[in-house]
């Protein structure tokens, strides 16, 4: 993939990431989970990100995001957002460097979605303390569950993304 290919993926993967997290955050909270869950759809922009253009480019989609959640959601959202995006990113682009063949997409979702769990109850401690970790066991549940499902959507889209022509 040419330059120009890949900073115009990683536009569209931001521009994804934002529509994404807005439509998510007009679902209802589901009545299981715990205040302010989210699946985590606009978390497979940052992972294709990795798979697909650069680190630089994941951690990009995940900085764009959370300046979206800032401004549609406030400081502490904008905090957690920042937090889980980055951790997140970081663990995608590690197991990609790392553990590539090891593995799959649905791992590097799991192991991404558990890690952006703990940064975010991480984070969260700082404001309200030690009492955001217990929510961390029921988050790490839930977390597979949509960690699996996102690491499903990463693989669709690098097969998406590996069928394209981009030859000129």
């Known amino acids: 993939m040419k330059r120009g290919e890949k900073i115009a993926l990683a536009g569209v993967l931001s521009a994804f990431a934002v529509a994404s997290g807005a439509l998510e955050s007009l679902i209802p909270p589901l009545p299981f989970a715990p205040p302010g869950f989210r699946i985590g759809i606009s978390n497979v922009a940052s992972m294709t990100a990795a798979a697909a253009v650069s680190p630089f480019a994941a951690f990009a989609v995940a900085l764009i995001k959370s300046v979206f959640v800032l401004i549609t959601r406030g400081t502490t959202a904008f905090l957690l957002s920042l937090a889980g995006g980055l951790v997140s990113a970081c663990v995608t682009v590690l197991l990609l460097r790392f553990a590539r063949g090891k ?39 839930l977390g597979t569950a949509c ?10 889209a690098l097969r998406f993304i590996s069928k394209r022509d981009y030859a000129p």
Do not use: E, M
């Open 147 to 156: 960690g699996a499902l996102t690491g499903i959507l990463l693989d669709l």
């Open 103 to 141: 593995v799959g997409c649905i791992g590097i979702g799991v192991a991404s979605a558990a890690f952006h769990n703990l940064a975010q109850v991480c984070v969260y401690s700082l404001i309200i303390g030690t009492a955001a970790f217990w929510y961390l066991p029921y988050l790490l549940i």
